[in-house]
């Protein structure tokens, strides 16, 4: 029986991942009371003892916007915690996998990002998840890391959730239309995971949905899907905007489209549309 150890069970990927894992593996999930990862001792206590197979961070301060004026509890989290497990992997020889983002980019390359195009992040969050890639390849140990975009789930807080909600309550949105991206369901990303543990893969890679979006067509997308599976019930008009109709504190890469080709071959898994995934995910929130 395979032990892997989970950190930050608590968020939409954790929870996939939970639900996924495959027979032969025994998941050690702590909480954040259990394990805080930027206390280095405790880290350190907590891998040696349990010696898992693999380690699998999903822990991250993710409020892009908030990060601004919290640089360092966003470097806390997405830079030093990172280093100490990749540290408390090194010493006990589990394979690290740690999860990151396209906001490591700037988006102006102008063609999907491959892993190995240089980053440029525009924000304090993506510079402090640069910082955390830098720790774990600096540190020696065994390590994947994924870069993964737009993440959502049945579970915790995200954008599909929060259109849902806003639609119920609203005649009309505004929604950003000059940020391209990919929407990614959790559970693919959690498939992808399981998958490159089983292979023992190293080194950086992008995986996302098939496809490309930009938040206005997600949006819209959210609409027409879940007025047809019944989960909204009233017209609301989806009108586009700017991002300078709309700014925020935190600036955000215009295009970060990943290249995932790499980490096809690497799993031999290829994606499935972000739609399609779409629909399965809205459908676990069908009243039962």
């Known amino acids: 029986m395979k032990k892997i150890l989970i950190v930050g069970m608590g968020g939409q990927l954790g929870f996939e991942l939970v639900r996924s894992c495959p027979g032969g593996c025994r998941l050690v999930a702590p909480t954040v009371a259990e394990l805080d990862i930027t206390d280095r001792a405790a880290v350190i206590n ?25 640089p360092d509890k966003a470097f806390a989290v997405n830079q030093t915690g990172p280093q100490y497990l990749a540290e408390a992997a090194k010493e006990t020889g589990a394979l690290l996998v740690h999860i990151s983002t396209d906001f490591v980019f700037s988006g102006a390359q102008g063609r ?8 440029n992040p525009l924000s304090v969050y993506g510079k402090s998840k640069l910082a955390g890639e830098n720790e774990v390849l600096a540190s020696g140990a065994r390590a994947l890391i994924i870069r993964t975009a737009w993440l959502y789930s049945s579970h915790g807080n995200n954008f599909v959730k929060t259109m849902l909600r ?16 990919t929407p990614t369901w959790a559970a693919s990303l959690a498939e992808l995971i399981w998958r490159l543990i089983d292979k023992q893969a190293t080194g950086t890679l992008h995986w996302s949905d098939a496809g490309t979006a930009s938040w206005y067509d997600f949006a819209v997308a959210i609409y027409e899907e879940a007025t047809a599976l019944g989960l909204l019930n009233r017209p609301v008009q989806i009108k586009p905007i700017t991002t300078a109709d709309y700014p925020t504190p935190a600036a955000r890469p215009a295009c970060s489209v990943l290249d995932k080709s790499a980490a096809y071959a690497a799993a031999d898994l290829q994606p499935v549309h972000w739609r399609a995934n779409l629909r399965k995910m809205l459908t676990e929130l069908k009243p039962a």
Do not use: F, H, W
């Open 46 to 70: 907590y891998v040696t003892a349990e010696k898992p197979a693999a380690i699998i961070n999903c822990a991250a301060y993710t409020a892009v916007d908030k990060a601004e004026s919290e």
């Open 112 to 119: 999907p990002y491959r892993p190995d195009d240089q980053p």
């Open 166 to 181: 806003l639609m119920g309550e609203r005649d009309s949105l505004g929604v950003v239309a000059d940020q391209t991206g």
